[in-house]
């Protein structure tokens, strides 16, 4: 499989045919919403679901949760449930 590279940092990511553009670990942990405020990603339930909350003081980050935007480090992102659980970050196009 041929390697892939964070787009924001260029560090080297697992890997991921279904997400080629995805963030590694160290950058989806700095997302931001349009106001600078950091976020917590994740899935409402076992069974899937995306939703986010300020990591300041969890509060309902709405338009995160509806919208999906996300900024890492100045670049305009999309935030979602991966296929198979957990969240993913990729620029937006």
């Known amino acids: 499989m041929a390697i892939q590279l964070c787009p924001i ?3 080297e990511v ?6 080629p553009d995805h963030l590694c670990q160290d950058c989806a942990a700095r997302a931001v ?5 950091p976020l917590k990603l994740f899935n409402v339930s076992a069974t899937g ?3 986010a909350i300020y990591a300041d003081d969890e509060t309902p980050a709405e338009a995160v949760t509806r919208d999906h935007i996300v900024f890492v480090d100045g670049v305009r992102c999309v935030a979602d449930e991966a296929r198979f659980g957990g969240t993913v970050i990729r620029p937006s196009r």
């Open 9 to 11: 940092c260029g560090t």
């Open 14 to 19: 697992r890997p991921n045919p279904r997400y």
């Open 33 to 37: 919403d349009a106001d600078g405020r």
């Open 49 to 51: 679901g995306f939703a």
